[in-house]
């Protein structure tokens, strides 16, 4: 992107647009995620083929997530959060008004494929500001979509509950978020590419050190997905909890993760994101240990609220170090976003398989084990660390071409 100089206020600006982008992206998943019940009765599909069909939205966003440096290549950075972000509320209707398994596998293919251009291309945006302001932001960023999922989840189980047709329900949110989506993108960086500058191809492998990268955001989302899906039944089945407790217990751990993500912050900004994130993984080992070894559903959920807190900055320092790690920031963005999107996919059949053949507790341990990964790896994250960049009280601006 072009060296565009801006002021100090139109970066803490677009610091809150970029928010308001991560906010509006999560209350699309939240809109969607609580209505899939409607949807898997309005297609008519077996819990069998909703499976198959949930697989589409990361093998949709896989394929697209590479484009997303091309289009903002092409059209800015700002023209495409806005085009992107756009597509992806818009997309929020798809599913609901699929009348079969095909139609719904397309759809969601389609809701993938919007979703993870616009996570590549707002991430992007967010390490531009990032630094530009000199100091960490991503942490917050990210505590800030946690905060739009559940808010849209919260609308969503309300809307469920009062009966609302899952149609009218996404057409009202996809309605409200595209104008808050588009007003929001006026406020951004509008970042553009030298004259001169090759595109980025359309497809191409991500670069070594995404992949390096990548590994420890797999560990964190597998460790997530896991917590998630799995805390519940683990507490139900293992430990004979009510069901309400049970689900008290992830609702805990996400709660957990959004205000950890909020605060993170501060903690990358005085420690850097090396000793964070190893901090970050002994947090989440000793959690992974105490849910092992628990007989006692309290323990068990104290457990579970260590492993959100060590891995709740994880994801957001490795997007901010794909985006500082190579000359091409979207394409490395690309990469960590494809593989941590690849674990959140695998997780939870990962677990629910091991747990058939073994047991909850194994299923665990192994969470446990990748825990250890932020660890040991955590020191590829030191490529990435923040640069400050200095921001000048006057603007120079430059021609659009």
């Known amino acids: 992107m072009s060296d565009v100089v801006h002021t100090s206020a139109e970066v803490r600006r677009a610091r809150y647009a970029v928010a308001a982008v991560f906010a509006v992206h999560g209350a699309v998943t939240g809109s969607f995620a609580t209505r899939v019940p409607w949807i898997q009765e309005h297609s008519s599909v077996s819990a069998g083929q909703l499976g198959l069909a949930l697989a589409f939205p990361a093998l949709g966003a896989s394929l697209a997530m590479p484009l997303a440096g091309r289009v903002s290549h092409r059209f800015g950075a700002r023209n495409a959060l806005r085009g992107l972000i756009s597509l992806w509320t818009l997309a929020l209707v798809l599913p609901s008004l699929s009348p079969n398994l095909p139609t719904l596998c397309l759809a969601l293919f389609v809701y993938g494929a919007t979703a993870g251009m616009a996570d590549v291309a707002m991430n992007a945006l967010g390490v531009e500001v990032e630094n530009r302001l000199g100091r960490s932001i991503m942490s917050g960023l990210h505590g800030l979509w946690s905060v739009g999922a559940l808010v849209g989840s919260a609308a969503g189980t309300l809307a469920a509950h009062l009966g609302s047709d899952a149609r009218l329900h996404h057409a ?57 899906d799995w805390s519940a039944v683990y507490l139900r089945d293992r430990l004979e909890t009510s069901a309400g ?91 960590v976003a494809t593989i941590t999107y690849t674990s959140g996919l695998v997780a939870p059949s990962a677990i629910g398989t091991l747990a058939q053949a073994t047991s909850l507790m194994v299923s665990f341990a192994l969470v446990t084990f990748l825990a250890c990964g932020l660890v040991a790896f955590a020191g590829v994250l030191r490529a990435g660390d923040r640069r400050k960049v200095v921001t000048p009280a006057a603007t120079v601006s430059e021609p659009r071409h």
């Not at 409200?176 to 090759?198: H, K, M, N, S, Y």
């Not at 205000?259 to 989440?284: E, H, K, M, W």
């Open 172 to 228: 009202l949110a996809s309605a409200t978020l595209t104008l808050l989506g588009l007003a929001a993108c006026r406020w951004v960086l509008d970042l553009q590419a030298p004259e001169d500058e090759e595109p980025p191809p359309r497809f191409a492998l991500p670069p070594k050190s995404a992949l390096l990268i990548g590994a420890i955001g797999f560990c964190a989302v597998f460790a997530e997905g896991a917590s998630l």
């Open 245 to 335: 407790l049970a689900a008290a217990c992830t609702t805990g751990f996400t709660l957990t993760m959004a205000v950890a993500r909020i605060a993170g912050d501060r903690l990358v900004d005085r420690f850097g994101a090396v000793r964070t994130v190893r901090t970050s993984g002994v947090l989440a080992v000793l959690g992974g240990l105490l849910i092992v070894l628990a007989r006692q559903p309290a323990v068990a959920m104290g457990g579970f609220a260590l492993m959100g807190l060590g891995i709740a900055v994880v994801v957001p320092l490795c997007f901010a170090a794909a985006g500082r790690s190579g000359s091409n920031p979207s394409l490395a963005i690309a990469g």
